[in-house]
């Protein structure tokens, strides 16, 4: 799905870009964008189905299994960096000004996914845009114990990575996905666009209950408490 100006948004315009270097292009892509927070917004769901509808219909010259371990250990690799990034720098590194790149809001959203979900928010990240990059990052700020995210990445990068890079290949042996190729891959980032869709309207949401609160009970949620006096 081409986006003019944003050809970079593209999973098929990025793997015909990296042309012989298709592998080494989608592994780098995969990394970063699992890695470092203000790169959060490339292609990840679309990127690794394209890859693997396309490797189906011989345009990527891989073997499949070649493909997937690469994107596996990419996967892998990219979550763990932003959990030492997030141990090493601590609270710190989500204290940045809002930015083209960087929500500050998405902090807040993602500090309540993990206390909702623990460490099995490490899996469900993966496959939820919004906080994909920002999950591993919050497991190292809270000090989440290093084989116990060591474990969940294995599993998510799995999932993930091989997961839908197989669903990709196995649907692009069928004929008829084969020749709608495109309606496809347009299906899929319209669909991992769903989970965004979903927070944007819950905050929202949360946003016009916020305004409709009673003057005074918006003044008690900014003010402290007084401190005990001996």
Known sequence: MHIPGLDFL??????????????????????????FLV??????????????????TGFIPFPIGVTVLVIFVAA???DQLAYGIGRKAGPAV????????????NVERTNAFFEKHGGKAIIIARF??????????????GRMRYRTFVTFNLIGAFLWGVGLTLVGFFLGQIPFVEEYAEYFIIGIVLLSGIPIL?????????????????????????VPDPEPTD
């Open 94 to 105: 989500f204290k940045r000004e809002q930015s083209r790149f960087f929500n500050p809001e």
């Open 198 to 222: 979903m927070e944007l309207y819950k905050a929202g949401k949360a946003t016009i209950v916020k305004r409709r609160q009673h003057p005074a009970d918006r003044i008690a949620d900014v």
């Open 39 to 56: 790169l959060s917004f490339l292609p990840g769901d679309s990127l690794l189905f394209t890859v693997g509808l396309l490797t189906a």
């Open 10 to 35: 593209d999973a098929e315009w990025l793997i015909r870009f990296f042309g012989p270097f298709v592998l080494l292009g989608v592994a780098a892509v995969v990394f970063v964008e699992t890695g």
């Open 76 to 78: 892998f690799a990219g």
């Open 128 to 141: 939820l845009p919004i906080f994909r990059a920002f999950v591993p990052v919050a497991a190292g700020v």
